[in-house]
């Protein structure tokens, strides 16, 4: 059976977090998710290939005949909410060419029967996909019973909707290092990263319940790598891709502190001179681990604050106190360790006066970069939950949004949600003390990834 993966490319970018002008420059990341499925399946000798379309930016045409000249039997598709109605218009080419079509991610993990019901899907993937998919790719080889394989959706013969339960890989190591060579490597990169980017998963789960995210199967139960297993994979994606910098999956880098400082003493022992960035909690960091984490070679944390009001904060579920968020800062900084702070701003309940508080407190806390985020309820979420009952959100929405591409975005909970985050951008990116630190930090191998950035700054206004 000759297998297709595919990443298809966002056209509308609607329901998204992120402001569209800024959405469409902050580059592109490794999709390790189908990486790690093609890795799985090849080890079995199966036949997989991948298209990442967002990567290469190719057109609906230009994948079409790229899937045609593959000529699969199954194609598999990665989707988030956002993205599925590019993603079941990858579906239908599949079905078009006579492929049998499965979808996985965080989507149809949300809405599962909705999204089979309404779209040409043959099948979806709950939970993680790598041994679901080969199952899956032998159920239909050999016609074997699809009740038998683990975390699939699907209807039978009788059009019953069957669900089976979710699957979890509870070994992380036993899976292969994701195929990298069957993606375009060349072409990922981040405004905020070094040069070319490449993506390492060091677990998986997360153990924090915020309101805004909605959590996946796979999130509810932590899972971490063996350390040395991770520093192999960083040694190969050096000598292999040649690389400028590695990003560390992960909800939190540094919870399991056994781990972070394993790991940082095993890039150290190994004389490994890699520059990596990562996601981490402000009350997950202490002073000695930042300053081993620091002399590991990392270059910069990226600390969910979200905002500045205690109330704000509280109804999202973060669990943070301030202090600790501004102590936080405080020892990155003396490690000459770049903080970057991710912010919402019109949350449910939210207010003038709470949004002020979110500007003063990004003023204390002096991040080196930020990124603020407008808050979207997206499904199976508390804060879902929340705008419905108070009536400021349709129970039905994305249901609606399903069914009709164009379907209006859904309600900011704020007004003037757009122009409060334009104003907050603007503020911190074009303060004097911000232009004149970066204009003394450019140089040759930077200047595109600043200037993709500026022009997504210039671009927020009338959005």
Same mark, same amino acid.
């Given at each position: 059976?000759?297998?297709?993966?595919?990443?298809?490319?966002?056209?509308?970018?609607?329901?998204?977090?992120?402001?569209?002008?800024?959405?469409?420059?902050?580059?592109?990341?490794?999709?390790?998710?189908?990486?790690?499925?093609?890795?799985?399946?090849?080890?079995?000798?199966?036949?997989?290939?991948?298209?990442?379309? *967002?990567?290469?930016? #190719?057109? /609906?045409?230009?994948?079409? %005949?790229?899937?045609?000249?593959? @000529?699969?039997?199954?194609?598999? +598709?990665?989707?988030?909410?956002?993205?599925?109605?590019?993603?079941?218009?990858?579906?239908?080419?599949?079905?078009?060419?006579?492929?049998?079509?499965?979808?996985?991610?965080?989507?149809?993990?949300?809405?599962?029967?909705?999204?089979?019901?309404?779209?040409?899907?043959?099948?979806?993937?709950?939970?993680?996909? *790598?041994?679901?998919? #080969?199952? /899956?790719?032998?159920?239909? %080889?050999?016609?074997?019973?699809? @009740?038998?394989?683990?975390?699939? +959706?699907?209807?039978?013969?009788?059009?019953?909707?069957?669900?089976?339960?979710?699957?979890?890989?509870?070994?992380?190591?036993?899976?292969?290092?994701?195929?990298?060579?069957?993606?375009?490597?060349?072409?990922?990169?981040?405004?905020?990263?070094?040069?070319?980017?490449?993506?390492?998963?060091?677990?998986?789960?997360?153990?924090?319940?915020?309101?805004?995210?909605?959590?996946?199967?796979?999130?509810?139960?932590?899972?971490?790598?063996?350390?040395?297993?991770?520093?192999?994979?960083?040694?190969?994606?050096?000598?292999?891709?040649?690389?400028?910098?590695?990003?560390?999956?992960?909800?939190?880098?540094?919870?399991?502190?056994?781990?972070?400082?394993?790991?940082?003493?095993?890039?150290?022992?190994?004389?490994?001179?890699?520059?990596?960035?990562?996601?981490?909690?402000?009350?997950?960091?202490?002073?000695?681990?930042?300053?081993?984490?620091?002399?590991?070679?990392?270059?910069?944390?990226?600390?969910?604050?979200?905002?500045?009001?205690?109330?704000?904060?509280?109804?999202?579920?973060?669990?943070?106190?301030?202090?600790?968020?501004?102590?936080?800062?405080?020892?990155?900084?003396?490690?000459?360790?770049?903080?970057?702070?991710?912010?919402?701003?019109?949350?449910?309940?939210?207010?003038?006066?709470?949004?002020?508080?979110?500007?003063?407190?990004?003023?204390?806390?002096?991040?080196?970069?930020?990124?603020?985020?407008?808050?979207?309820?997206?499904?199976?979420?508390?804060?879902?939950?929340?705008?419905?009952?108070?009536?400021?959100?349709?129970?039905?929405?994305?249901?609606?949004?399903?069914?009709?591409?164009?379907?209006?975005?859904?309600?900011?909970?704020?007004?003037?949600?757009?122009?409060?985050?334009?104003?907050?951008?603007?503020?911190?990116?074009?303060?004097?003390?911000?232009?004149?630190?970066?204009?003394?930090?450019?140089?040759?191998?930077?200047?595109?990834?600043?200037?993709?950035?500026?022009?997504?700054?210039?671009?927020?206004?009338?959005?």
């Amino acid at each position: 059976m000759n297998v297709l993966l595919v990443r298809s490319r966002p056209t509308k970018l609607e329901n998204t977090r992120l402001p569209k002008s800024l959405a469409s420059e902050v580059g592109y990341v490794m999709p390790l998710g189908i990486a790690s499925i093609a890795a799985y399946l090849r080890r079995q000798r199966i036949a997989v290939s991948i298209i990442d379309a *967002e990567a290469e930016e #190719l057109s /609906l045409a230009d994948l079409k %005949s790229r899937m045609a000249d593959t @000529k699969p039997d199954l194609v598999g +598709i990665t989707s988030m909410t956002p993205t599925i109605h590019d993603d079941v218009k990858v579906a239908a080419i599949a079905k078009e060419l006579g492929a049998k079509v499965v979808i996985g991610g965080p989507h149809i993990n949300a809405m599962p029967e909705e999204t089979m019901r309404i779209f040409p899907i043959d099948f979806g993937i709950l939970g993680e996909g *790598e041994y679901p998919m #080969l199952r /899956l790719v032998r159920a239909l %080889s050999d016609k074997e019973p699809l @009740k038998d394989v683990p975390g699939i +959706i699907y209807f039978d013969e009788n059009k019953k909707f069957i669900m089976n339960p979710p699957y979890i890989h509870e070994n992380l190591d036993e899976l292969p290092f994701p195929a990298r060579d069957l993606l375009p490597y060349q072409r990922y990169s981040s405004i905020i990263s070094k040069g070319r980017l490449a993506t390492v998963c060091i677990g998986r789960g997360c153990p924090f319940t915020c309101g805004f995210c909605f959590k996946q199967p796979s999130d509810k139960k932590i899972r971490y790598r063996d350390y040395k297993s991770v520093v192999d994979e960083v040694e190969e994606v050096i000598n292999r891709y040649d690389v400028s910098e590695i990003n560390f999956v992960s909800d939190s880098m540094t919870i399991k502190e056994s781990f972070i400082e394993s790991f940082c003493r095993e890039l150290i022992n190994r004389k490994i001179k890699v520059s990596w960035i990562a996601a981490t909690r402000a009350d997950c960091v202490t002073p000695k681990l930042l300053k081993l984490m620091k002399s590991a070679g990392c270059r910069s944390l990226r600390f969910g604050v979200e905002s500045g009001s205690e109330r704000i904060l509280k109804l999202m579920g973060k669990n943070l106190d301030k202090q600790k968020i501004i102590q936080a800062f405080e020892w990155a900084r003396e490690e000459n360790i770049e903080t970057f702070a991710y912010l919402i701003i019109g949350y449910f309940s939210e207010t003038e006066e709470t949004v002020r508080e979110t500007l003063s407190f990004v003023k204390k806390l002096n991040p080196d970069l930020l990124m603020y985020n407008i808050a979207t309820p997206l499904p199976v979420t508390k804060l879902l939950e929340q705008v419905v009952d108070a009536g400021m959100v349709p129970r039905d929405y994305w249901r609606n949004f399903l069914l009709d591409e164009n379907y209006p975005r859904i309600p900011y909970l704020f007004k003037d949600a757009e122009k409060w985050v334009e104003k907050a951008y603007r503020e911190f990116f074009f303060s004097p003390r911000f232009v004149l630190k970066k204009i003394l930090q450019i140089r040759p191998s930077n200047m595109r990834i600043y200037l993709k950035a500026f022009r997504g700054l210039l671009r927020l206004k009338g959005q």
